[in-house]
Every structure is written in structure tokens, then in C-alpha cells.
């Protein structure tokens, strides 16, 4: 039995943050029941598409169950609210006093079922002067002060690798409160309401810039020391035009590295600037190709030294294969394709090998 066999979340949430919620929560169990609009959710509209079907719904959506329904029409809204007195989760995330429009708000819906756990994910949360803003990703990211802790030459601020916000500011904060919810919820019997905002979980990220603010070390124009500032702590080109990263914040992990390159003796020693240390370093790391820095690496354990990998790469990683990372399975159609794993631990969840994203209004008998 997976640990949250038995509970039923509806998600009314799209796109990216809900989605990956609830899809943690079912990998550990849960019976997750989207509830779509007329025509689907945007996200089965976004390519790339596989037999017609998007690949990126799949990834987000395997495992879970999909009605089709218009929440305006009474009849419908009244069918769906019976299905959420005998859940135990709602994950929603319209912009603020679109559910109260609808009739499913939190008040609304305590009254129908006093231990649900009721999440709102939203860019700023439900209170607020920016409550009604619109924004994606990259507004909050901008918006924080994140994007300016990592900058280009020059110091025009660098387009984040991934969609930070929202999965560290929405997906994985939903996922965690709404864990500790339900352990509430058994024990004392009453339900919760969880706001959630992006823009104001991304402070926890910001940890190092403030850090110093607040101790008044922090400048505008100053790198902090692990966003650029710091030789043990960089990226450095090699002579094929490729990339290592070098993270030797530690003595004895600065000393090795220094030994492999054959460093000057006032660059192992810091005996020079921080920016005299990084042009030392690059010319040395420059005059190699990358496969040779690799191998040499990689031959040590207390290094803190390694080659930049493409996706591609990636994938090829002995540590990955042998680790069977990716051994689970999507199916459209009759075409399989990789399952892209959560954060959650597989010897808890015991996902299915194979498994397949609900086409749209399958499970609508759910309501009739």
C-alpha cells in the first residue's frame, strides 16, 4: 500500500505548479481527479505532440483521472461539489475570487466537507497589493531580486534553466503543506486552507543575497561569493570550447584541484585577488581540451570538479543507467516514452512501470 492510499485530491489547477503537486501526490497513492474546462486544460495544447497528444500533459498528468466539465452550469457545479464531500483535497489555481465566482470557495466548501485540505496556488497569493496581477516564472523570479543575483557580463540579468518559481515557489510548497495538512486533518479532525504564492516562496532561495543585506554586506554591484565571485566557485571554458564547473569551496577540495592543474603556488595559496585567481585558472583550463580535464577528474573523488553536460549527456551517465533512473515508462497510444521521476523517494511510491496520462473527460462517469 503507497502512503496516501485512499485520499482523493481534485485539482481544477493547469499548465506547470499544481500539476506537478498533484502529480507527487499521485505517485505516493492518492487518486487525483482533474477537473477540466470544455476542450481541456492549455497544457494539452502545447507541443511537442505525440499521435496528437502533447507530451509534456503526459509527463505531468500520468496516473490520474480527467472529467470535463462546464463549471458555470449549475447542474454540473452541483455534481461536482457531491464528488468533493467524500474528498479529501482540493488543489486550485485561479487568480484570487475566481472559485468564490463559481460557488467553490473555502467557506463554501468547509461547509460541505469540514477535514478538507483546500490549496490556492497563485503568483501572489490571496491578499495583498498585487493579489489580481498577472504574472509567469519569470515575473516573480524578476520581481524577487533572484534574477539579479546571477548576471551576464555586463550585468543584464541571465534567463533562468528551469521555471523556478514555479516549482520552488508553487509545486513543492502545495506538495509539502498539503502533506502536513492531511496529518491534520486525521488527527484533529478539522480541514485547512493553504495559500500559496510563488513570489513570496522564492525568498528561501534568496538566502545568500540576503543574507548579506541584512549584515549590509550586500552590494549592487558586488558578485557574491557563490554567484560569480569566488575562483573555487565557478565555471571555467576549456580549449574545445566546452565547460567544467568547479565547486572546491572546502581546503582540502581547493588544494586538490590546484595539484591536478599544476597551479601557481600563489594561486593554490590565494596569495593573489579573487580576479587574478579566476584569469590564472582559465588560462590553464584553456589550453586542454575537455575530454582531458574530465578524465582527470573524474579519476577523483574529493575534487568537487566536472565537465558542463549537455541533456543528452546527461542520459548517458553510467550513474544514471545503473541507478535505473529512468526505468518507468509513459504510453500514448502504443508508443512508450520515458517517465520524467519526481523527488519522491521509489521505494515509497512503488510507481507503476507503465503508465498514461486520462484522455480528456474519461472518467466523467465519476459525476453522473
Known sequence: MKPLSGIRIIDFTTLLPG???????????????????????????????IHNESILFA???RGKKSIEVNLKDRKSLEKVKKLIKTSDVIIEQFRPGVMDKLGLSWKVIKKL???????SITGYGQHGKKNQKAGHDLNYLAESGLLKLSTATGGSPILPITQLADIAGGSYPAFMNIILALFKAKQQKIGSYIDVSMYENLIPLAWLGLSN?????YSKKKLL???????????????????????????????????LIEAPKEVALEKISQSSILKAIQKIIKERNLSYWKKKFDEENDVCCTA??????????????????FNKKIMIKNKKFLAIPTALDRKLINMKKINKAPTLGQHNNLIK
Not at 558542463?308 to 533512473?325: A, G, W
Open 19 to 49: 500539476p506537478l503537486a498533484s502529480l507527487m501526490l499521485c505517485e505516493a497513492g492518492a487518486d487525483v481527479v482533474k477537473i477540466e474546462k470544455p476542450g481541456g486544460e492549455d497544457m494539452r495544447k502545447v507541443e511537442p505532440f
Open 59 to 61: 509527463v505531468l498528468n
Open 113 to 119: 466537507n469540514k477535514k478538507i485540505v483546500y490549496c
Open 213 to 217: 543585506l541584512v549584515t549590509e554586506n
Open 225 to 259: 561569493h557563490l554567484n560569480g565571485s569566488l575562483a573555487r566557485y565557478n565555471i571555467y571554458q576549456t580549449k574545445d570550447k566546452k565547460y567544467i564547473a568547479l565547486g572546491a569551496l572546502e581546503n582540502k577540495f581547493w588544494k586538490k584541484f590546484c595539484s
Open 308 to 325: 558542463v553536460n549537455d541533456l543528452n549527456e546527461f542520459m548517458e551517465d553510467n550513474h544514471i543507467k545503473d541507478k535505473q533512473i
